[in-house]
């Protein structure tokens, strides 16, 4: 509770040191690919990086370039050449890869060499002839992976650290590991100040992947609180960009992940909130903002949000009033009838006829 009270002593919608609010600002993050019809079409110039590898890029990247033992962090799809069957997607999983350039598996070889060529924030396309991937044997861990076969990836490079030693992630301490992340986090919250917002997105997504899931189950006590004083804000700074990015499902899955681990975060469950009433999902975004009005009773931003819930349901309610009138339109009034003389005189004459034959009758009776 000590964290949520702490929390209320800021508004929902000002900066601190952990957490950007980019309600105001443009973000130029570009979406994970697609590969619904298997590797992309690229028509960007081939470069030869080796004898087996070349690369066309598909999006520049900006900086430098990763040398001998960097850490390298990034995405990527794998297909054989062959048969074109996708076997592996990083992006799926939603974390990033580690790779130390001199340090790979065997199969990784060529995309390593890719990897070496490659700016942060830059996509491309390689081709990797089978020498270095795979082998002649193929993959046990991937069986649609013939022996022999040429491998095609789609790789993004989100960042790299540069160590001279090649320190992965497993070989650091814990408090090494926190520092890192640390450090990326700041990193981007600077470069986001300046205005360098992609830089700043994949500092934030290289920070949370020295936080991973199997990193944090060993963590307890005061070293899983130090630990989330870092990850959580990044989730919630990514969610942030996501929003003004339109990317609202991606931005409330990152929410999720705060409010997993702590359910009454009012700024994950302020920024669900926005991701859902973008959505349409106005029940469950009022739901979200009332729980944050619990809190945080006296918080504009949150009065705001709900007033703007309010309105947006009552034009709603109009408009469809507009709409079912437009379809059924107002009850029809009934028309006079008009009158039929000539009906009328023929019915005038049957009934004459009937009243004579029926005085006959009785006479004769």
């Given at each position: 509770m000590d964290e949520i009270h702490e929390q209320q002593s800021q508004p929902?919608?000002?900066?601190?040191?952990?957490?950007?609010?980019?309600?105001?600002?443009?973000f130029v993050h570009g979406e994970p690919p697609q590969?619904?019809?298997?590797?992309?079409?690229v028509d960007s110039e081939v470069e030869v990086l080796h004898e087996k590898v070349t690369k066309q890029i598909i999006k520049e990247g900006h900086?430098?370039?990763?040398?001998?033992y960097s850490t390298c962090f990034l995405h990527y799809r794998a297909w054989t050449e062959s048969t074109q069957h996708k076997f592996e997607d990083t992006w799926n999983e939603q974390r990033p890869v580690e790779?130390?350039?001199?340090?790979?598996?065997?199969?990784?070889?060529?995309?390593?060499?890719?990897?070496?060529?490659?700016?942060?924030?830059?996509?491309?396309?390689?081709?990797?002839?089978w020498e270095l991937g795979y082998g002649k044997e193929g993959s046990f861990s991937f069986p649609n992976v013939p022996p022999m076969a040429?491998?095609?990836?789609e790789a993004e490079l989100i960042g790299f650290d540069e160590t001279k030693e090649g320190k992965a992630r497993g070989d650091m301490t814990v408090e090494e590991r926190i520092g890192v992340a640390d450090r990326r986090k700041m990193d981007g919250n600077a470069l986001f100040k300046e205005e360098k917002l992609e830089e700043a997105m994949q500092q934030y997504e290289m920070a949370i992947a020295y936080m991973g899931?199997?990193?944090?189950?060993?963590?307890?006590?005061?070293y899983r609180d130090m630990a989330l004083a870092v990850k959580n804000p990044c989730h919630l700074n990514m969610a942030a960009c996501l929003i003004k990015l339109k990317r609202h499902e991606e931005a409330i899955m990152q929410c999720n992940v705060v409010l997993a681990e702590d359910e009454n975060n009012v700024k994950a469950l302020f920024r669900r909130g926005k991701a859902r009433a973008e959505l349409g999902q106005t029940d469950a975004a009022r739901e979200d903002y009332l729980k944050v009005r619990k809190f945080?009773?006296?918080d504009k931003a949150v009065a705001r949000e709900l007033r703007l819930l309010a309105e947006h349901d009552k034009a709603l309610y109009q408009k469809q009033k507009e709409i079912y009138k437009g379809i059924f339109g107002p009850r029809p009034e009934p028309k006079p009838k008009r009158t039929n003389w000539l009906v009328l005189f023929w019915q005038w004459l049957l009934s004459l006829f009937y009243r004579l034959f029926r005085h006959g009758r009785y006479k004769e009776d």
């Open positions: 929902l919608d000002q900066e601190d040191d952990n957490e950007i609010i980019t309600e105001n600002a443009s590969d619904a019809n298997g590797p992309p079409k900086g430098q370039k990763p040398s001998k790779l130390v350039i001199g340090k790979e598996k065997q199969e990784m070889t060529g995309l390593a060499i890719g990897l070496s060529s490659m700016k942060s924030g830059e996509r491309a396309l390689l081709h990797v002839g040429d491998i095609i990836y899931d199997d990193f944090m189950f060993q963590l307890f006590g005061k945080a009773p006296e």
